[in-house]
T-cell receptor, first 113, second 113 residues
Framework: EPEVTQTPSHQVTQMGQEVILRCVPI?????FYWYRQILGQKVEFLVS????????KSEIFDDQFSVERPDGSNFTLKIRSTKLEDSAMYFC???????????FGPGTRLTVL | AQSVTQLDSQVPVFEEAPVELRCNYS??????LFWYVQYPNQGLQLLLK??????LVESINGFEAEFNKSQTSFHLRKPSVHISDTAEYFC???????????FGQGTTLQVKP
C-alpha cells in the first residue's frame, strides 16, 4: 500500500538556523499539506499546496516558512531562522482530491535548541 | 470559521468495556468529518470518515461513529475495547473545498487490564 514518507525522522538544530523538512507524497495525489503538533497540543494546519502554488495558509505560516515542490516527487517545508517555539512534530499529508481523505506521513520531530 | 471540540481530554476504561469519545463541531457549510488515531510515537492514521450517505460509519477494527447534523456531533464508539486501542484519538473536520483539516484537542483513551 502506498504511503507518505518523511525525512528526517528527527532534526535537531540551533536557534537561528534554517531547516528543510522533506516529504514524498503518494504518487498520484495532487493536494499536499503540512501540519504541526507542538508537544501536548493539538494538530494545527500550516499550509495546503496544489498545482505548484499555495492554496491556503494559516496565521502560523508567516514569512519564516516556505514550501516547494522541487521535482515530481518531493514536497518540502523550509523554516528560516528557527525559534525555540518552532520545536514540534511536523506532519506532511497528501490527498487525491480536496476535502477527501488525507494520508499522513510519520512526521519529523524538530527540536530547536 | 470551523471548529472542533473534543469534550474529554482523557478517557480511562477497562478492557472489554464500551467506550464513547465525544466530538462536536461547528461550521456554516457542509462538512466532511474524520477520526484519526495516533499510537505512541507514531503518526496519524485514518480511523474512519463521513463524507456523505449513511450517517453511521464503521472502521475495520470495530469502531463506529455517527454523524448527527442536528446535534453537530460525530461521536466515536466501540462496544468492547482492547489494550491495543490505547492511543490518542483526534476528531477533524474539513469543508471539502480547501481540504484543510481542523482538528480537535484530542482524547487520550487509556485501556486498563
Amino acid at each position: 500500500e502506498p504511503e507518505v514518507t518523511q525525512t528526517p525522522s528527527h532534526q535537531v538544530t540551533q536557534m537561528g538556523q534554517e531547516v528543510i523538512l522533506r516529504c514524498v507524497p503518494i504518487s498520484n495525489h495532487l493536494y499536499f499539506y503540512w501540519y504541526r503538533q507542538i508537544l501536548g497540543q493539538k494538530v494545527e494546519f500550516l499550509v495546503s499546496f496544489y498545482n505548484n502554488e499555495i492554496s491556503e495558509k494559516s496565521e502560523i505560516f508567516d514569512d519564516q516558512f516556505s514550501v516547494e515542490r522541487p521535482d515530481g516527487s518531493n514536497f518540502t517545508l523550509k523554516i528560516r531562522s528557527t525559534k525555540l517555539e518552532d520545536s514540534a512534530m511536523y506532519f506532511c499529508a497528501s490527498s487525491p482530491v480536496p476535502g477527501g481523505t488525507q494520508y499522513f506521513g510519520p512526521g519529523t520531530r524538530l527540536t530547536v535548541l | 470559521a470551523q471548529s472542533v471540540t473534543q469534550l474529554d481530554s482523557q478517557v480511562p476504561v477497562f478492557e472489554e468495556a464500551p467506550v464513547e469519545l465525544r466530538c462536536n463541531y461547528s461550521s456554516s457549510v457542509s462538512v466532511y468529518l474524520f477520526w484519526y488515531v495516533q499510537y505512541p510515537n507514531q503518526g496519524l492514521q485514518l480511523l474512519l470518515k463521513y463524507l456523505s450517505g449513511s450517517t453511521l460509519v464503521e472502521s475495520i477494527n470495530g469502531f463506529e461513529a455517527e454523524f448527527n447534523k442536528s446535534q453537530t456531533s460525530f461521536h466515536l464508539r466501540k462496544p468492547s475495547v482492547h489494550i491495543s486501542d490505547t492511543a490518542e484519538y483526534f476528531c477533524a473536520v474539513s469543508d471539502g473545498n480547501t481540504g484543510k483539516l481542523i482538528f480537535g484537542q484530542g482524547t487520550t483513551l487509556q485501556v486498563k487490564p
